[in-house]
Every structure is written in C-alpha cells, then in structure tokens.
C-alpha cells in the first residue's frame, strides 16, 4: 500500500523534491540483482515481461497441425519494444503453394486479441520479426494448412524493479517510481528499497538508463502523477 510521507524525518528536503503541494507517495520495491548502484533521483522500471514458450495450437485433433513445420522463439532477443504478458496466437491462414512458389501465410494475434502482424513462412530457417516478439517459422515437409497454429506465451514477469531503460523489453522501458535513497544491489541478490509514485520533483537531478532524458518518459511520468519542475 502506498504511503504518505508526512513527517520531516521521512520527507527529505533535497534538491530532489520540487514542492509539496502534490504530497508524496512512497512504496515498498525489490530491486533486481544486478541493477548496481541505484542512485537515489534514480526513474525505476518494473519487470513485467518473463520467459517466452512455444505450444501448437492448430486446429486438429487435439490441436495438432497438419503441417510439421515449425515455430522456434528467436534465442537472442525473443521478447521486442511494446511486448507485454500473455498468450499470442500465431494462426496460418492460407496454405503454402507450389506454382507460383509461395510460403504459408499467417496471422499474429497479441494477448488482447488484436491482429499485429501478418507474416510469410519460410522454406528454409530464417528469422521472421512480428511486432512485439521475434521467432522463426518455417514449413516442413507437409505443408501448413490454413487452420494450423501455434501460440507463443510470455510469462509474466518478476515484478521487480530497476534503472528505467526505454530499449529495455522486459517490461522495464516504462516509468513507474523513483528511488528514495540510494541503494547498492549485489550482483547475485535483490535488494529491498523504497520509491516515490507521486509527487513533485526537479527535472534535472532525476536519473536515467541508458541514453534516455527526461523527454523520454515526460508523458508517462504525468500519468502517475509525477510532476517535474525545474525550480530549485
């Protein structure tokens, strides 16, 4: 639950804080191993987004597929910018023909039902980008079908925090709280801590990920109620 930050032994007048008209909120956080020195002013993320699964999903006996080819998750980067938990349905939706020579046709379907993507299967091993995840789909030597399928499930994610970075693609590209005071997290074990989710902070001693600014997450910040100013 969120607490008020009532009292000057709590509330740390730095130049971190920009006023109080708007009161402070703090919660409780878990900051990932690995994260380093997060440095108080730090913007955190929150991973949402876990590990990515292939199951068949055609439209068979028992979900099988009249097709043998197959679905493999990208090894490198299977989860892209704008993913989110979930089921995706990859559903093909036009056979592979011989003459002329084209591959199997599908659809891709993100958690919320929504088409996303519409893609080619390949001959030969290759990699196919969809938006949000990235794997490759190849036929066999029975064609696909339009009917055959697969699904590809991101688990959902830790619920951890760490350095807010937007080409982060475990959830960890959007703003959600700023770190109290600095905390040292070892390579190997989390760490407890505590951050901001609303008040009034000075832009310029909040600290990012990557090469990102505060133009980068200025209009996810305001939806929390995060307000920046630059008034010291």
Do not use: W
Request: aromatic share 4%; net charge negative.
């Amino acid at each position: 639950m969120a607490e008020l930050v009532k009292t000057l032994n709590t509330f740390a007048h730095d130049a971190l804080i920009g006023g109080t008209e708007i009161p402070l909120l703090t919660k409780a956080v878990t900051l990932a191993a690995g994260s380093g020195t997060v440095a108080r002013g730090t913007v955190l993320g929150k991973i949402t987004i876990g590990a990515a699964s292939v199951a068949v999903a055609g439209a068979g006996e028992a979900g099988a597929n009249t097709g043998n080819g197959t679905l493999t998750i990208d090894a490198t980067t299977p989860v892209l910018a704008g993913a989110k938990p979930g089921v995706y349905q990859v559903k093909i939706v036009s056979a592979a023909v011989a003459d002329p020579a084209a591959a199997a046709m599908a659809h891709v379907f993100d958690p919320d039902g929504d088409l996303i993507d519409i893609i080619e299967a390949a001959t030969t091993p290759g990699t196919t980008f969809s938006k949000q995840i990235k794997f490759v789909i190849v036929d066999g030597s029975t064609a696909f079908v339009a009917g055959d399928g697969f699904t590809v499930t991101l688990a959902a994610g830790s619920g951890k925090h760490k350095t807010v970075d937007s080409t982060a693609v475990d959830g960890s590209a959007v703003a959600d709280c700023i770190a109290v005071q600095t905390v040292v997290v070892p390579a190997d074990a989390d760490a407890k801590g505590e951050a901001y989710t609303q008040g009034i902070f000075n832009g310029d001693h909040l600290i990012f990920g990557g090469s990102d600014t505060m133009a980068t997450h200025a209009d996810r910040l305001r939806e929390l109620n995060i307000i920046v100013t630059n008034e010291q």
